[in-house]
């Protein structure tokens, strides 16, 4: 039975993969920095589908919280086959309106930990000759967001590079790049939603299918939804200074995960 271990692991687009592996049969290793909802999350996974599901408290902002998931994605005796590096949040603001304590946190959740546990976990997948890893991205990526959308821009580009750098070796790595979905993230940053059109709404579920389906076909890259993919498609069309002025207005007030 393999095991799969997922960041940011109670809420959301991480809650998710924990159900959506759990049901495949996949044990799991649940991080997250609330050690109550964890155990909520682990229970309840187990006993409705007879994996077995650790928790590892740890706060990835923190340089403890990232070691220790480190050591766990080193542990070649216990090892994981499947990493997928959900953990992130957003900051409400402008540029210069963030303050840069929350700005540095921010990449060091979305870029840092994202490195150092992908290289962790990667060094023992390749040894084993099998494994894989998901980065969970944004269709921020692709537009000018500020520091959110750039470090997930990072997130993208890093996993294309390290993607192409492990080729043949048995290990996968992709970016997941969704849209807008239905999850406490925007809540939590305090960001407004009511501009965003129904039809942009992602169901995180769905979002996750279609994620792993694109995992096991080999991209590097999936934005999974086919009206994301128009519109990213229409974004590579449109001039930068255009689409700077666009998301710069409605990243003051949500931004999609």
Known sequence: MTTALITGA???IGAAFARRLAAEGHNL???ARDTKRLQEHATELHDR???EAEVLTADLSEEDGIAAVEKRLGDRKNPVDLLVNNAGFGNKGRFLEVSMADELTMLKVHCEAVLRLTAAA??????RGRGG???VASVAAFVPRGTYGASKSWVVQFTQGAARDLAGSGVRLMALCPGFVRTEFHERAGMGTDNIPNWMWLDADKVVE???ADLARGKAVSIPDPRYKA???VAKLAPRNLLGGVTSKT???YGPQ
């Open 49 to 51: 589908h007879g994996i």
């Open 29 to 31: 290793v649940l991080v």
């Open 210 to 212: 279609a994620g792993l």
């Open 251 to 253: 990243g003051r007030k």
């Open 122 to 127: 990667t060094a023992v997948m390749r040894d």
């Open 10 to 12: 109670t809420a959301g």
């Open 231 to 233: 519109l990213m498609g």
């Open 133 to 135: 890893v998901v980065n």
